[in-house]
């Protein structure tokens, strides 16, 4: 049976909580400790409306000295997640830079992306619901607020995206819907 594989890479800002986004996501616990990322790699299947999808998740580095890695992640990915903190008024700026980078690098004037408000179970925000929504309205992107640490919408991020990569594949032609198989999904 054929089965259909999304590349979903998570970017953002360094410290925003993109690692514990994935092992939340992954695992479904929540790591204390942080050490900034260069690249983790996981493969999960998620079912979204029916179908199973095995999503190949890039976790990557927010540091900007690894910045030089992006372009060949971007490039090969089929879905994005746009991480910033609602604690950090800069990761929130950062996600523009990041934006536009992604669609440089893949020639298009817009691709399947999600934009992550996280640590939205923090007291000390800098950037309000409103804004996150305002700036997703903007990207013409869904936009979930998220909390690795208490795993509030962790799914819903995962789910967006699968939704978002399939609406953009069949505009393009290029979805796999499987025709048979062996009982139902």
């Known amino acids: 049976m054929a089965e259909n594989t999304m590349k979903v890479v998570i970017v953002g800002a360094g410290a925003v909580g993109k690692s514990c986004i994935s092992v939340r996501f992954i695992l479904g616990k929540f790591v204390k400790k942080y050490e900034p990322t260069i690249e983790n790699f996981y493969r999960k299947a998620i079912e979204v409306d029916s179908e199973i999808t095995m999503l190949d998740i890039l976790d990557t ?71 996150g929504e305002n700036l997703a309205k903007q990207y013409g992107c869904q936009f979930v607020e998220t909390s690795a640490r208490e795993n509030i919408n962790i799914q819903q991020i995962f789910t967006k995206i699968v939704q978002q ?7 393009e032609g290029t979805h796999k819907k499987k025709t048979k198989g062996c009982g139902s999904v």
């Open 61 to 131: 580095a927010g540091q900007e000295e690894f910045s030089a890695l992006r372009d060949s992640y971007m490039y090969g990915g089929d879905g994005f997640v746009l991480v910033y903190a609602v604690n950090s008024i800069n990761s929130f700026y950062e996600v523009e830079k990041l934006k536009e980078q992604i669609l440089r690098i893949k020639g298009k004037e817009s691709v399947p992306m999600v934009l992550v408000g996280n640590k939205c179970d923090m007291e000390d925000r800098e950037v309000t619901t409103e804004q």
């Open 165 to 171: 990569i399939r609406d953009s594949q069949k505009k």
